[in-house]
């Protein structure tokens, strides 16, 4: 069946130092939503890419579609403790759109 | 503010005791889901409905009940809970638009221990 797989499922920077998550789906998807869950939270929303090849920066986060819409990319540069936590991916069933196919998650830890 | 409540948000009860977690959103969303946490598994889906009276099936439903009387609430009803339903539970809501689903807003949660 219709899978989305995260890499990597966790990772441990220093503050300061450069993170990304990268997210592939089995097939094509029509759009891709990026959630961030802190530890203890619920998942918040992140971010909603569409088009292929799309790249979109919040601050720090720049997300990115890949061009055959089969993956995405989640990249923080600089990173801060405020940063923990877990970034899911997510998206539609290719067979039930109103059903999300969600990553595992990959768990982000920083020490200060 | 626009918000998802839960409730309660912990909850240990016994082996077959009948129980159900309220679920309602002030965002006049048609769509409405229930999803379970587990360590190293993610988020699964449990049941989603797509507006009152509507309801369907997600990856995880044996064991669980929804009802979608009103818009804003979807209640999640467990008849008979079973140890392995111990989990943390998330209510999300969100819009429906004919591509798909829109931004989904989630719950605070609700820690379930079943003895």
């Known amino acids: 069946g219709q899978q989305v797989m995260q890499i990597p499922q966790y990772q441990h920077v220093q503050e300061g130092e450069d993170f990304t998550t990268y997210c592939n789906s089995s097939t094509t998807l029509s759009n891709i939503q990026w959630y961030k869950q802190r530890p203890g939270g619920h998942p918040v929303f992140l971010i909603q890419l569409v088009k292929s090849g799309e790249v979109k920066k919040q601050k720090r986060l720049t997300f990115q579609f890949g061009e055959a819409k089969k993956n995405s990319s989640l990249h923080i540069t600089a990173t801060q403790t405020t940063d923990v936590g877990t970034y899911f991916c997510?998206?539609?069933?290719?067979?039930?759109?109103?059903?999300?196919?969600w990553g595992l998650g990959t768990s982000l830890a920083v020490n200060p | 503010e626009a918000q998802v409540t839960q409730n309660p948000r912990y909850l240990i009860t016994v082996t077959g005791k009948k129980l159900t977690v309220t679920c309602s959103q002030n965002m006049n969303h048609e769509y409405m889901s229930w999803y379970r946490q587990d360590p190293g598994l993610g988020l699964r889906q449990i049941y989603y409905s797509m507006n009152v009276e509507v309801t369907d099936k997600g990856d995880v439903p044996e064991g669980y009940k929804v009802s979608r009387k009103e818009k804003r609430n979807f209640p999640l009803i467990l008849e008979s809970p079973s140890p392995n339903q111990t989990s943390l539970y998330f209510c999300a809501s969100s819009l429906s638009p004919e591509w798909g689903l829109g931004t989904q807003y989630f719950g605070p949660g609700t820690r379930l221990l079943v003895l």
């Open positions: 997510a998206g539609p069933n290719a067979g039930n759109n109103r059903k999300l196919i």
